[in-house]
């Protein structure tokens, strides 16, 4: 079993910053983690991943403004959100796979962007 602690989500004016961080409990090799996040009334949608490999894959409207990475500790994983506009305002969930086993999701951090 793999479980998630998300942080940092919170509430900021347009144009503001914020860093997310998530940390994966548990036994096992973790090779992909990533941010996925949820607007009200839309349907979950990817933000960026990250591979043990190093690359990356961001959605195509946080490019330039989100960068995704591996703490030191390699079960974690940080987003941080530069130029954050009200479209970025939704709660934020971390996803890992553990392989040879299946996805892990994060409860979740609101993030709120106001204009």
């Known amino acids: 079993q793999v479980q998630l602690v998300e942080s940092g989500g919170g509430s900021v004016q347009t144009g503001g910053s914020l860093r997310l961080s998530c940390a994966a409990s548990g036994s096992g090799l973790i090779n992909v983690m990533g941010w996925y996040r949820q607007a009200p009334g839309k349907q979950r949608e990817l933000v960026a991943i990250?591979?043990?490999?190093?690359?990356?894959n961001y959605a195509d409207s946080v490019k330039g403004r989100f960068t995704i990475s591996r703490g030191d500790a390699k079960n974690t994983v940080y987003l941080y959100m530069n130029s954050l506009k009200p479209e970025d305002t939704a709660v934020y969930y971390c996803?890992?796979?553990?392989?040879?086993?299946?996805?892990?999701w994060g409860k979740g951090t609101l993030v709120t962007v106001s204009s």
């Open positions: 990250m591979v043990n490999d190093g690359s990356t």
């Open positions: 996803k890992v796979h553990r392989v040879l086993d299946m996805d892990y």
